[in-house]
């Protein structure tokens, strides 16, 4: 027999903490910070979840698929994310996403893995200095010292006032361009 009110479904049973939660920060801290007579701020289940079922940022659900599958299952990931999620707001497919992620790659010894998220950022963001230049530095740490060069020039070329790609190319150029 089906109890309706039974938590022995363990998703019911979460669902079910996590509206506690919601409450609690809504009365318990929320209201505690709106001014007098104004209506406090609220959160409700989609502040956090935003149409997911699992309340992810994009950079974590992606290093989760790269340490368990690799750099391009990752990328699959990805393609599959955007084509089902893009202009919603269940995650933000601006280029910083991505970045973050390649730099807590590069961090924890990922670093091939961290270059791959930062080749897929550079083809979802052709005109971005920054991507540009975080991609030269990847280049650089692998040893690729011209596809470096060509990426601190193209973050030059994109924004023509950033010192770290000006510095980074004179190191590796001698002072050229």
Do not use: I, W
Request: hydrophobic share 40%; glycine share 8%.
């Amino acid at each position: 027999m089906l109890t309706f009110a039974s938590d022995a479904n363990p998703t019911k049973k979460t669902a079910r903490q996590m509206m506690r939660m919601v409450r609690a920060v809504n009365q318990d801290y929320l209201a505690a910070l709106a001014a007098p007579g104004a209506e406090a701020a609220r959160v409700e289940c989609v502040t956090c979840h935003r149409g997911a079922p699992r309340p992810l940022m994009l950079e974590d659900t992606l290093r989760t698929v790269v340490l368990r599958r690799g750099a391009d299952s990752a990328v699959a990931a990805y393609r599959q994310l955007r084509a089902r999620h893009y202009g919603r707001f269940t995650y933000d497919f601006g280029e910083r996403p991505l970045t973050t992620l390649a730099a807590r790659l590069a961090a924890e010894g990922h670093p091939a893995d961290a270059r791959r998220m930062l080749e897929l950022n550079a083809e979802q963001f052709p005109e971005s200095a920054g991507v540009a230049f975080e991609l030269g530095r990847a280049y650089e740490t692998a040893g690729e010292r011209e596809r470096a060069v060509e990426q601190y020039r193209k973050a030059l070329r994109l924004q023509p006032g950033n010192r770290q790609a000006q510095q980074r190319l004179q190191q590796l150029t001698g002072g050229g361009r």
